[in-house]
């Protein structure tokens, strides 16, 4: 049966990214692997040869009471296969699916656990990208035309070194196929 190999990142919605990218860098230490700020994302690691991001800052904290501090929680899988198996087996089970995307360097099941917290499984793809992307991609086709996918949008992004921003970012992190 497959398993989550242990935590990738957290995602933490936030009031003044500035300020919350300034202490994650410049107090913590870490280094800013992707960003777009347009979109109000900002991802970081402690280590980037060896992940892509441990913290990810989402602007939109909410100013309610109790607010919301985690944008997500999420977890590596081992494979694509696996990947495709907690898919199915969270559906079987009733679990709202927000969606699974391409992020290039990984493909990413977004999905609610019992208590409405947004949680991710994901498989790294191999595929370094520095740009914060989230594609929508069916990983129940055969693998050759999921990875296929996955390397026409990291085409369009590899040229993106570590830590910068786009020239044209836009204001999702979906990125339009090119023609």
């Known amino acids: 049966m497959p398993r989550v190999t242990g935590l990738g990142h957290v995602g933490i919605y936030v009031r003044d990214l500035p300020l919350m990218v300034a202490f994650y860098r410049d107090v913590m230490g870490m280094q800013v692997t992707k960003q777009n700020w347009r979109?109000?994302?900002?991802?970081?690691?402690?280590?980037?040869?060896?992940?892509?991001?441990e913290i990810a800052l989402m602007r939109g904290r909410p100013d309610?009471?109790?607010?919301?501090?985690?944008?997500?929680?999420s977890m590596r899988v081992a494979s694509l296969?696996?990947?495709?198996?907690?898919?199915?087996?969270?559906?079987?089970?009733?679990?709202?699916?927000?969606?699974?995307v391409n992020h290039a360097s990984a493909i990413g099941c977004y999905f609610f656990d019992p208590?409405?917290?947004?949680?991710?499984?994901?498989?790294?793809?191999?595929?370094?990208?520095?740009?914060?992307?989230?594609?929508?991609?069916d990983?129940?086709?055969?693998?050759e035309a999921v990875l296929a996918e996955v390397d026409r949008l990291w085409t369009?992004?590899?040229?993106?070194?570590?830590?910068?921003r786009m020239t044209d970012e836009a204001a999702t992190l979906e990125v339009a196929p090119r023609a």
């Open 64 to 73: 309610t009471p109790d607010p919301h501090l985690i944008q997500q929680i």
């Open 139 to 143: 990983i129940e086709q055969p693998d």
């Open 115 to 137: 208590e409405g917290t947004r949680t991710e499984v994901f498989w790294v793809t191999g595929r370094p990208c520095w740009v914060p992307t989230a594609n929508p991609i």
């Open 81 to 100: 296969d696996h990947l495709r198996a907690f898919h199915r087996r969270l559906v079987a089970e009733g679990y709202r699916i927000e969606g699974v």
């Open 156 to 164: 369009q992004l590899r040229h993106v070194p570590l830590g910068a």
């Open 39 to 53: 979109a109000g994302a900002v991802f970081l690691s402690a280590d980037p040869e060896a992940v892509d991001h």
